[in-house]
């Protein structure tokens, strides 16, 4: 079958070249230049697991080619698949459709009778109707048809996710485009995936409805987490614990310093302004506290990580393991990681960052933070490590050689995800982020007790430049 696929971002990257690969003839569309000069040779603008391979094969089979034209586009299918990007508004808490409708309306004066454009951007609830009307208006004697098709796709598994999804989810409303969407997706329910047919409105909630979901679960065991922490229980156990219920799960339980990258954290928020605006906003109201607890995760490891070095980070030395979102990425958008790195900067902590993936994009977005590509050379005379983001890399760390760099073999994880017994054995104070200051029987030391001011705001500045 043949398709485009409008806007080469992660979700676009992703899904053209799971496409083609999947045998069907698609064309790509992005607005960059440079974008589709990489892309049109087999070059991923983005790491993703699998990524480079598919799209290396895909482009040289003629499968895959893409351009910047969208009246080429509108000239070579009559299905199209909308993947631009929804970030939040500017100044407000609402989604930012400017490049939805933008796609939309520079389609509609070309598109082909008959045409069918498919939503895969997360969007508010009512988006679908309103383009479908949108597009009526604009091109009232092309009889094309509006659907959406919500991704569920996770940072370093997009294509497995892609390929072999756990359900796939259509909002339609015509048997038409239900039969189209069926034949895209033939391979995947021929392996018995579950297919969900239903109206636009349901199936741009299911997405938005998911992703609350899960943002619920981890800002609801880090709030027991810091429960924990005050009252001397193990945070950890009591997650492996709850999660053994099977009502409940144990995905996203596991407490650490939140969620954040490019959906999470700007989708509940959207979720919350769409929802006031259609009048359900006390349905929903929780998720304010969900984004809050969240953040304040934040402030809670700035504030320990402020106590560990006495009171003050000026003139301090730390050492960052982590600049991505999330392990197996190298995406930095809301980034706890380097949220953190970047507060302690503020404040006057000499900060270097290592991270196995994610450092060109952590320099581009917070430059004045130094960088190693090095575990051990971001160590070197750190008087603090923070473990930021649980990449896999840093469990086989040997604690031994970093104590031997540091000048202070002092560790605060917070993800905690590293054996820290093991690390104490070397001479490592550790503190986990979540309580209680035991790990494996064995206590952890505490630096001296002192009486210090009121931690310092992630958003607060301190005049440093440099």
């Not at 895959?64 to 586009?73: G, H, I, K, P, Q």
């Not at 299911?206 to 800002?219: G, H, W």
Request: with cysteine.
């Amino acid at each position: 079958m043949r398709m485009t696929v409008i806007g080469t971002g992660y979700v676009g990257t992703v899904h053209a070249a799971c496409m083609a690969g999947l045998g069907h003839e698609v064309l790509g569309v992005d607005i960059d230049p440079d974008r589709v000069a990489a892309l049109s040779a087999g070059r991923a603008p983005l790491r993703e697991t699998g990524l480079d391979a598919l799209l290396a094969r895909t482009v040289a089979d003629g499968k895959l080619r893409f351009t910047t034209s969208l009246a080429e586009a509108a000239a070579f299918a009559r299905l199209h698949f909308v993947c631009v990007g929804t970030p939040q508004l500017s100044g407000g808490q609402a989604a930012d459709l400017r490049h939805v409708d933008a796609v939309f309306d520079g389609l509609a004066r070309s598109l082909r009778p008959g045409s069918l454009v498919v939503g895969k951007s997360t969007v508010p609830v009512g988006t679908a109707d309103r383009l479908a009307r949108r597009l009526a208006d604009a091109a009232p004697e092309a009889g094309c048809e509006v659907a959406w098709n919500p991704e569920f796709l996770r940072e370093g598994s997009a294509v497995a996710d892609t390929l072999h999804p756990e359900r796939l989810v259509v909002g339609v409303r015509s048997r038409y485009a239900d039969a189209v969407l069926r034949e895209v997706y033939a391979p995947m329910l021929r392996d018995g995936v579950p297919f969900f047919s239903t109206d636009p409105a349901t199936a741009e909630l299911v997405k938005v409805a998911s992703n609350a979901f899960l943002a619920t679960k981890i800002s609801f065991i880090n709030a027991m987490a810091e429960v924990c922490d005050t009252a001397g229980a193990d945070a950890a156990t009591l997650a492996r614990a709850v999660g053994a219920d099977p009502r409940i799960g144990a995905a996203f339980l596991e407490p650490g310093l939140g969620f954040g990258g490019s959906c999470f954290p700007k989708d509940i928020r959207a979720f919350a302004a769409r929802a006031e605006e259609i009048g359900a906003g006390a349905a929903v109201a929780f998720l304010h506290e969900v984004d809050r607890i969240n953040t304040r995760q934040r402030q809670r490891t700035l504030e320990l990580a402020r106590e560990l070095l006495g009171g003050s980070f000026a003139g301090r030395r730390i050492a960052v393991l982590g600049a991505a979102f999330k392990p197996g990425s190298d995406d930095v958008r809301d980034s706890p990681a380097l949220a953190v790195a970047d507060a302690a900067h503020r404040h006057g902590a000499l900060v270097r960052v290592h991270d196995p993936e994610a450092l060109d994009n952590a320099r581009a977005v917070s430059p004045a933070l130094g960088y190693a590509v090095d575990v051990t050379k971001a160590c070197e005379g750190a008087d603090l490590v923070l473990h930021l983001t649980p990449w896999p890399e840093y469990r086989t760390l040997d604690p031994a050689e970093l104590a031997d760099v540091v000048r202070v073999p002092l560790l605060l994880d917070a993800r905690n995800s590293l054996d820290a017994p093991a690390w104490r054995r070397t001479g490592w104070t550790v503190r986990p982020l979540s309580g209680p200051r035991t790990t494996g029987g064995a206590a952890v030391d505490e630096p001296p007790a002192h009486r210090s001011p009121a931690a310092p705001a992630l958003t607060a500045p301190s005049g440093r430049t440099s």
